[in-house]
């Protein structure tokens, strides 16, 4: 019995470890996919898996073929045009999720031994690992539409299913440590809400989203100064700013239910002070790219910070639940 606790102790020991780090080496992911955005590079390939027709690029136009243009022209990418910074930092964006790959790979089979532990965490950890595949096919559909809008909000959200999937198997590994914490005294309304900023999150992404790609339309198709783009954008940019004091007020409140019901040290109010200071960074980045002429710096770090936030808020409604199911189980005695 004590050999078979501590084999599972361990697995899941080293569980948790690849599972972090594949965690955040997704969120680096999503900063370099963010940064190729940003400097204009997500068609410095214009094909793929390979770029201009070879596994690793050229280093110079002189390597093309002397009409490559006029043959990607044909193949529907009008005003291809080598440029060996793009080209390189696609293609680094390429490799760094193919790393990604392997590394949920391994995540799905360290998860292997835990199945009779917890079923969930393998079907978790393996439904992220076909999504990777899923999200790869997608980049090439998003490099094959010549980054038609709508395909780039799709890889985001499908980005963020990734992450919900790893959080979900994570949190199922550590579902111990924070069952030992009881919720008890918990505000009747906190779920309520939780679920609230969780839909609010979706949502703000999505509007910021559809920002970004009429960004990219203003810059390949209209030619336009970057300290022009902000007057340009349609009226769902004025949504998308205004909705953020929705967002920034829903998180605010749900982190003072927990600070009065839980106090300042349950793990569960510190994660909801953290995720309100993320809501911060992304409003003051979001205030930046506003009023600074879109800086191409600020881009990535306001995109990484609204797919933080959204994961922040899946962790705690998970880590809710589970400190739930605790309390259900073992309710504290009542006096008579």
């Known amino acids: 019995m004590n050999t078979a606790l501590h084999a599972d102790t361990s697995a ?5 470890r690849i599972a972090w780090i594949t965690l955040f080496a997704v969120y680096f992911l999503i900063l370099v996919g963010a940064g190729v955005r940003a400097s204009g590079a997500g068609m410095g390939c214009p094909d793929w898996p390979t770029c201009f027709g070879q596994w690793i690029p050229p280093t110079s136009e002189a390597q093309l073929p002397a009409n490559y243009q006029e043959i990607y022209a044909d193949l529907g990418y009008a005003d291809t045009r080598f440029n060996v910074v793009k080209t390189w930092t696609e293609y680094l964006n390429r490799l760094t999720g193919v790393t990604i790959g392997i590394l949920v790979l391994l995540t799905a089979v360290f998860s292997w031994s835990l199945r009779r532990h917890d079923r969930a965490i393998a ?11 899923f999200q790869g096919w997608l980049g090439a559909q998003v490099v094959a539409s010549n980054l038609m809008p709508g395909m780039i909000t799709l890889h ?67 030619g336009a100064a970057r300290s022009s783009w902000v007057e340009a954008l349609p009226w769902f940019f004025n949504v998308h700013r205004l909705f953020s004091a929705v967002v920034l007020g829903c998180n605010l409140w749900l982190a003072l239910l927990l600070i009065r019901s839980l106090g300042w040290q349950h793990t569960l109010t510190r994660q909801a002070v953290a995720m309100v200071a993320v809501v911060g960074i992304s409003i003051l980045s979001g205030i930046a790219l506003g009023y600074l002429g879109m800086p191409a710096f600020v881009q990535p770090l306001h995109l990484v910070g609204a797919s ?21 189980a073992n309710p504290a005695p009542t006096l008579l």
């Open 123 to 133: 079907t978790a950890s393996l439904a992220a690992f076909l999504m990777v595949g």
């Open 308 to 328: 933080v936030l959204f994961g922040q808020q899946f962790l705690i409604w998970i880590s809710h639940r589970h400190a739930r199911e605790a309390l259900q």
């Open 156 to 222: 985001m959200l499908m980005a963020l299913a990734i992450v919900a999937a790893l959080l979900f198997a994570l949190a199922r590994a550590r579902r111990g440590i924070v069952m030992a914490e009881s919720i008890e005294g918990i505000a009747p309304s906190f779920n309520k809400w939780l679920n609230i900023v969780l839909i609010l999150t979706v949502i703000q992404v999505t509007l910021g989203t559809e920002v970004r790609e009429m960004i990219d339309y203003l810059n390949h198709t209209e």
């Open 12 to 16: 899941l020991t080293r569980y948790r």
